[in-house]
């Protein structure tokens, strides 16, 4: 495993990249960002977004070293030696190691043990590293915002800057009440991080982009493509547009109905950015609730709040961590 020692003897003559995925609103970028300012060297990190919207996922890149010439790159990190997921569910919708060199570090958010994960992400030649930082941020922070809690893992595995280094970026960054939530939370975090160490370290002297690509051959010209674009395709023909994308992954509650108490005042499906509540037209001809459409429900929980009668609750996702792996395996610490 990694030492203070040798991490500060590679970075005199390397970088160390670090890449963080998120879904848009969860921080990934002010994680990036606080790594440069604990960072007792020279960094650079910067975001990389697709379209810009609440819960769709993102990427940031980081590049680290004790050589002020070696981080003078603005292209995105192709080859980071530590990752970071700090939502589970991208697990299954993004390459998240993609470009990680035998060794390196996985970190993720989750409830699941080590050997799962190697399973999702067809991975046994890394490290893996898993928090519960959704359950710390809700109990420490009061809402699931896991950036920092992120952070306090990676100071267990990465030893490139020490809780005191991070604190102190946390408390330039944020004030009061919530420089000290946060601060909490990553000291939390460091503590119950589990790691599941194969014994190989990350090779860190490569750091090169993947080979130039070019477009295939035979592809249409842009006078031949339909100009109109593919969300504006005959839908009976070919299903389109947002509702096929499952928002409901976004989200860490399980939003509740109770038709019993809910007097179909219709408050909820007016407030629901995602139209994630089920109305039906009933034989009176009149509109009424049917439930909650789960599959792009992203938790909001502006519905539970706008409700008078308390019809609609909410339940945790994700449940208790298991930490490590199971205890008749190998190999965790």
């Keep these: 495993m990694l030492t203070p020692e040798h991490v500060k003897k590679i970075l005199e003559d390397y970088t160390i990249n670090l890449r963080f995925h998120a879904r848009g609103g969860q921080g990934g970028v002010t994680a990036s960002n606080l790594c440069v300012e604990a960072f007792y060297g020279y960094g650079v ?5 697709g379209a810009e919207r609440m819960g769709s996922p993102t990427e940031s890149y980081v590049r680290l070293s004790k050589n002020a010439d070696l981080v003078r790159s603005n ?3 192709y080859g980071p030696h530590f990752v970071s997921v700090l939502d589970p569910s991208l697990l299954t919708e993004v390459d998240v190691t993609a470009g990680i ?9 989750t409830e699941m043990d080590q050997l799962t994960i190697q399973d999702t992400v067809k991975r046994k030649d890394i490290n893996i590293a898993t928090i519960d930082a959704t359950r710390i941020a809700l109990e420490v922070l009061g809402r699931n915002i896991t950036n920092t809690i992120i952070l306090g893992a990676l100071v267990r595995v990465s030893h490139l800057f020490t809780f005191e280094e991070l604190s102190d970026a946390i408390m330039k960054r944020f004030k009061g009440e919530v420089a000290g939530k946060n601060v909490q939370a990553i000291k939390q975090a460091i503590e119950e991080t589990c790691i599941y160490d194969i014994g190989i370290d990350p090779d860190f002297t490569l750091d090169s982009k993947v080979p130039w690509q070019q477009v295939n051959l035979g592809l249409p010209g842009y006078k031949d493509l339909d100009k109109a674009g593919v969300w504006y395709c005959d839908e009976d023909a070919i299903p389109v547009g947002s509702d ?10 399980d939003v509740i109905w109770d038709e019993e108490t809910c007097t179909d005042c219709a408050l909820c499906w007016h407030i629901c950015p995602d139209f ?12 009424h609730m049917a439930g909650i459409d ?8 502006n519905c539970l709040e706008i409700c008078p009668v308390h019809a609609i609750d909410k339940k945790l996702k994700q ?10 395996q190998e190999g965790g610490n």
């Design 244 to 253: 096929q994308v499952n928002t409901g992954s976004w989200g860490e509650w």
């Design 75 to 77: 292209e995105q990190v």
């Design 294 to 301: 789960s599959f792009h429900c992203k938790s909001c929980l």
């Design 276 to 287: 994630a509540i089920i109305r039906n037209k009933g034989e009176d001809g009149l509109w």
């Design 101 to 109: 060199p035998k060794g390196g570090w996985l970190i993720v958010n």
């Design 45 to 49: 990190c910067q975001p990389m977004f």
């Design 319 to 328: 449940g208790p961590a298991a930490c490590a792996v199971p205890e008749d």
